[in-house]
């Protein structure tokens, strides 16, 4: 499967959550790129939007490769698929720092004058635009989970099987659109995975 852009993926997630229409559902995207898709999931399903600031914590040498990731709380979560010993703790301490420094940044830039809505008692539906190891919606999952949501829906267009079966078992329910086997890179599966800037998520969180 693939997408034209955030926006069809979108669509197609709408389409996949349409019965949690009229229940009021608080959509958390994860910036930068789920925010506008949440901005549309939340739109459809007549629900309140909000945003939750979680970092992937990237390797030495080669950051785009997640060894992690932090939570707005300081909680970190490890990559369970790396070998005991592969990241030295240390440098793991030194950039959950770093990552921390930017989301506190990054709260008082998206939303300055108030605090994240309460999830009590309702579902909340956390939308990102994919995952390959998922240490990212995972940390968010984990720290929205002693908020005592009523349920917690992870919904993302694409994911490698096995970081599928991960989030499978950190959320209430799991709506991912595509799977492939072969997975190489979120961005190879849309024709247009353009970067979203902190100025469009604050669009979106303000529209």
């Given amino acids: 499967m693939r997408f034209r852009n955030r926006a069809h993926a979108a669509q197609l997630l709408i389409a996949q959550l349409a019965d949690y229409r009229g229940v009021n559902p608080l959509v958390i995207g994860i910036p930068r790129g789920g925010v ?64 921390l420094e930017l989301i506190r940044a990054r709260r008082a830039r998206y939303a300055p004058s108030r605090d ?51 989030l499978r078992r950190e959320a209430d329910r799991l709506v991912v659109l595509a799977t492939p086997d072969d997975f190489r890179a979120v961005g190879a599966y849309y024709d247009d995975f353009g970067q979203v800037s902190d100025e469009d998520v604050v669009a979106a969180l303000g529209s």
């Avoid at 490769?65 to 010993?85: C, K, M, T, Y």
């Avoid at 720290?143 to 096995?162: G, N, Q, T």
């Fill in 116 to 166: 994240p809505v309460d999830p009590n008692e309702r579902v909340v539906i956390l939308v990102d635009d994919g995952t390959a190891t998922g240490s990212t919606m995972i940390a968010a999952l984990r720290a929205l989970r002693p908020r005592r949501a009523r349920e917690l829906v992870a919904a993302l267009p694409v994911a490698p099987p096995e970081t599928a079966a991960r």
């Fill in 36 to 99: 506008p898709m949440a901005r549309q999931v939340a739109d459809a399903l007549e629900g309140e939007l909000d945003v939750i600031l979680v970092r992937k914590l990237g390797m030495r040498g080669n950051p785009e490769f997640a060894v992690g990731a932090v939570s707005e709380d300081g909680q970190i979560l490890r990559n369970p698929h790396l070998p005991p010993g592969a990241v030295d703790e240390a440098y793991l301490e030194q950039e959950a720092a770093a990552q």
